[in-house]
């Protein structure tokens, strides 16, 4: 797989370099195929730190439903490490759908469903109805606050008691100093979009309280990141 990884990143610096081409070509190793799904070099780095914080806290069986999936890489990865888990790819853009479909063609994984569009600020039109998980990977900071509201008003509704919500992504907590590159971040996150910023960890346990959901643990990750996982009471 390391070689993989190596051509996918051999490939993005090549489509960075000719950015007329709107495909990536991805290699296999033994059957060369090529496929629209997008690569970033930031989810090669931090797919497997987050699989190995997933891996022990995911119920052995059951569905985990991936909201704001983008590309889709981080759902082919998992779905291949967890095969005992069905993974439900999800996303707000019909363009992430398109990537999706093309990791899971390329993937051929039984477990790796279909992917749905699914409006996170839109909780009463999610397509699914019962998940074991739910997982959000750089959503909630650039999204607006709608979308993290309802993410999670829509996770407390389709988490079974105990079933965890799982953020991925840097946040600013009360008694923890924001990091430089964090808070350099943030301001580039608000000239984009006025409704963009990097959450408060506060914020978030107090809305997650009014949905049912206790946060229950706080893991460090690469480059400033957290894992926060709330849990269903
Ligand atoms: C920075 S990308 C992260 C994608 C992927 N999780 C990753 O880490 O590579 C943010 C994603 O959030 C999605 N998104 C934004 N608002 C959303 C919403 N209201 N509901 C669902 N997805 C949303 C975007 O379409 C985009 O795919």
Known sequence: MAWLNVKHLEMLQRQLLAPSRQSLQIVGM????????????????????????????????????????????????????????????????????????????HAGLGNLLCPLVLDASQPDTW??????????????????????????????????????????????????????SNLEFDQSLRRRNLEWEIRHLDHLVALAATHGLGLSERLTMLANNLVVVFRKT
């Not at 707000?92 to 063609?105: H, K, M, N, V």
């Open 30 to 105: 033994s059957d060369p195929l090529s496929h629209a799904g997008r690569a970033s070099p930031s989810t090669a780095r931090n797919r497997d730190p987050i699989l190995e914080a997933l891996r022990t806290r995911l119920p052995a069986n059951g569905l985990v439903l991936e909201v704001a999936a983008g590309a889709g890489e981080h759902a082919v990865h998992f779905a291949a490490a967890l095969p005992t888990l069905q993974y439900q790819p999800t996303d707000a853009d019909p363009g992430a759908l398109d990537s999706i479909a093309a990791w899971r063609e």
């Open 127 to 180: 397509p699914v109805e019962r998940a074991d998980a739910v997982l959000a990977i750089n959503m909630i900071h650039i999204s607006p606050w709608a979308a993290t509201a309802g993410l999670m008003a829509g996770a407390a509704r389709v988490l079974p008691a105990g079933g965890g919500l799982f953020l991925y992504g840097p946040f600013i907590e009360g008694d923890t100093p924001t990091a430089p």
